[in-house]
């Protein structure tokens, strides 16, 4: 390993970042808007962190990637539209409401990199906008605009953690990490914040996920190493199988650690990567962990597929099948469902060759053997599927390719928390 | 309409045909096979019929279409040798074991298929045979063998129904239909049986059907029929996104009916096909709202699309959303998850022109103009949405494309019956 984990890393880990989150009311606000139109009263301002900032000193080389669904929010045309010239310095973002589906919502994206730039006294054009919530509400800019100032009065070194709290949703834990490296001589950081949860699903971003490093490097070698570093895995993680409106990953390098700037796919390229991807490794674990109702972590692990991209399909075919998800929930070593799933994936498999077992801190049992079910011990199985991370072992008979892929449990509370979501 | 649905109609409704179902404990021999692996006390056989026949009195054109996943119970190997040439006469089923990913499965099915033979006096190759219930674990053909005489000898006019109970699983109604039209001036019957339930997708089958006719029609214009009506009704159902192992769908014509035989696409194949596509679109609704766990019927009415194709991809991407299935348990008109599925469904259409409502008996309400999203009477909505049959119509501006597919919400129940299928 070229990297190291650093304990209580955030996104403000790596030299020239600071951040912050505030309670501006994003939800309360949307809310009192829906009521007024019925004439009821106005709920009050909760509590809770929902607007984040993220700033550097100075100009990043910038990039970012998006979800896939043709729906967008608006947030996302016009963050794209700023790192055009590959530079941001700040990010702004919201929690309780998507800006999405919006007749105006392109205006109000646009209106929160103004109010941020103001405060921060930097061009509107160097701010990165995003926004979670609920789909299909106007997004209030009233309590955005008041709570910019106390936000950017916020802004401190220690408050990444403030700012991970700010964008999460029906997130149950905070997701924020950095990871250190060297290259070219000097310490370089890499650190992030991210939110997840529900509306997750493979096809790049699935999430909101901010990453700040200090390295020197292009924003066209930041982007090439963004994509490759979520392509295995933002990209393998589903929690539901659907890709939301708003995915946005988005990175800043300030070039504060002195190392000689990475412009071309060189060894430190190739290390900023490998760190990257270790630390989305993390991040995807954690997503998917903390999926919406979510008691397990399962993994799917393919091995021996004829190629990586057919272990890949497996690998998430499993982890997104509703059967596999609920027997999970029910720490029921099934074996037919994951047959089942690798039969219908799509991918090219000699099912006389399957193998499956399953894993856990309490040991491995084969449940399936070329093919075939097996009569296991199910006091072992139940013992090993009762911890809360499961892998899931595919071994196939048909080559090299091999992939992991992150989901979740389909629980009760799954259901409870989308059956009414908006209330 | 050319065609009348026949009150309490089954599977026997047309001239020649015979069915029972009895219980012979093929779960409980299962669990029992099981037990006795682990030196366990064997249970009860229950009362529950598990095993059904139907029968013709004359061999049948016949002809049937199976499940598209790559893991298949054995059981559609040995139907698809027996139907190569296009007669059968019986049909043996069982549920309480899906006799998929066994060791043994295409013996045990074959020798199912002798042992109906035996019974009726009949070739073997003449029967087609089909499981349903938990994949992996052996089938216990002792059960199955001690009980064929006494299915043989319950085989009657009536026996529709007590067949149409044997191969449910989880369901929790029967299924059974029949439909009646003239042809060449001749009473023409269709009847079926079928089961749901659970692992139920779209791209064929999703259940087992069993379906007779006298009508006289070539084995190969009864596939051409049976594709074509399965292909805007069993094919637009989905339950949980799972495509079974075991999934069949299979026809059989006595001919008793005295018809022209349909041996060309004529105008009579037109009728016979429009008759078949009414009944099996009345299927689809009831394996839809007999979901597992299911507490409404939700049906996804796309219009305006670029083509059929596209309103299909939109549909059923609508009606499988997890989102989507678990609003509409929360009777929660969400207009987010709608477009959100609507936009990474892959179909291309523009999202500026999609108008989203909700109906029910209890009226319609419209919550999505031209992609935005609308204010809109809550307590109207939640009216709308506590009937047990939605619709969500999906109106796009991008051409006649039109289609409908056939969903059910996403339920605690759901997750309980998925959580412990096995025990």
């Known amino acids: 390993m070229n990297y190291t984990f650093i304990e209580n890393g955030s996104v403000t880990s790596p030299l020239g970042f600071v951040a912050g989150g505030v309670a501006a009311g994003v939800k309360a606000y949307t809310n009192a808007t829906q009521a007024a139109l019925k004439n009821e009263p106005v709920l009050p301002v909760n509590g809770k962190r929902d607007l984040a900032m993220i700033y550097c000193e100075k100009p990043c080389a910038a990039a970012a990637i998006f979800t896939r669904n043709l729906v967008k929010s608006d947030t996302i045309y016009v963050t794209q539209k700023h790192l055009e010239n590959g530079v941001a310095q700040a990010v702004i973002v919201n929690s309780g409401n998507a800006n999405a589906c919006n007749p105006d919502g392109y205006e109000k994206a646009e209106r929160m990199c103004a109010l941020a730039a103001d405060a921060l006294g930097i061009d509107a054009n160097d701010v990165i906008v995003a926004s979670t919530g609920v789909i299909g509400q106007a997004l209030p800019i009233e309590p955005i605009a008041k709570s910019v100032d106390a936000l950017k009065n916020a802004l401190s070194k220690e408050g990444g953690t403030n700012a991970a709290e700010a964008i999460m949703t029906t997130d149950t834990v905070k997701k924020e990490w ?246």
């Open 178 to 423: 950095a990871v250190s490296l060297t290259l070219d001589g000097k310490t370089v950081t890499i650190g992030g914040i991210a939110k997840g949860s529900g509306m997750i699903h493979i096809n790049m971003g699935t999430t909101l996920s901010f990453v700040t490093t200090d390295a020197a490097i292009s924003a066209e070698m930041l982007k090439a190493a963004l994509i490759e570093a979520a392509d295995v895995t933002y990209n393998m993680v589903s929690v539901d199988g659907d890709t939301s409106t708003n995915d946005t990953l988005a990175i800043m390098a300030s070039g504060l650690a002195g190392n000689a700037e990475i412009t071309e796919k060189n060894a430190d390229y190739a290390l900023f990567t490998e760190a990257l991807t270790a630390a989305f490794r993390q991040v995807a674990r954690k997503l998917a962990a903390d999926g919406e109702g979510a008691t397990r972590l399962i993994i799917g692990r393919v091995s021996g597929a004829k190629d990586e991209a057919a272990a890949k399909t497996i690998a998430k075919s499993v982890i997104c099948s509703s059967l596999v998800k609920a027997a999970m929930f029910g720490a029921d070593a099934n074996c037919g469902r994951i047959l089942c799933a690798v039969g219908y994936s799509g991918a090219e498999v000699d099912i006389k060759k399957i193998d499956v077992s399953y894993r856990s801190a309490k040991g491995e049992i084969l449940v399936c053997k070329d093919g075939m079910g097996l009569a296991f011990d199910e006091d072992k199985a139940k013992e090993i599927l009762l911890e809360n991370e499961i892998d899931i072992m595919i071994r196939l008979g048909d080559g090299d390719g091999t992939a992991e892929a992150y989901g979740c449990d389909l629980t009760y509370d799954y259901v409870k928390i989308n059956g009414d979501y908006r209330t």
